[in-house]
Structure formats: C-alpha cells, structure tokens
C-alpha cells in the first residue's frame, strides 16, 4: 500500500546510485564488475547483512501495522 510506494522509491535511488558507483570504479580501474559478482563477504560481515535485513523488514511490518 501507501508504505510500499516511499520504500520503492528508496531502492530505486539506491540501485541508481550503486551503478554510478560500480561504472565509476569500473572507468577508473579500481573494480570489475565480476570482482562484486565474486565478491564472498566473511560472516562477520554476512551477520551484519542479515541484521540490516532483519530490520528492514521489521520496520516494513511495523509501517503496516498490527496483523488481524
């Protein structure tokens, strides 16, 4: 619904954003686009995504509200 439309619009400026990024480092030699396909994070790093993204969607349930 009406939560739905302000987190799209995030991610699209985010995606915009890390493809600039991605073609910058790319012109100037500094990272291939195969290097981030290859990339393996450590699990440190792997927690740290998972949280992120535990409170992602925590925060979309809670814009939604309590379920019936």
């Known amino acids: 619904g009406a939560v739905s439309l302000p987190r799209a619009m995030e991610v699209s400026v985010?995606?915009?954003?890390?493809?600039?990024?991605?073609?910058?480092?790319?012109?100037?030699?500094?990272?291939?686009?195969?290097s981030v396909d290859q990339y393996e994070p450590p699990a440190a790093e792997l927690a740290q995504r998972a949280a992120a993204a535990r409170d992602l969607v925590e925060a979309l349930a809670s814009d939604l509200g309590p379920r019936p």
Do not use: I, M, W
Request: proline share 5%; glycine share 4%.
């Open 14 to 34: 985010l995606r915009d954003r890390l493809r600039t990024h991605e073609a910058l480092l790319s012109r100037q030699g500094l990272l291939s686009p195969e």
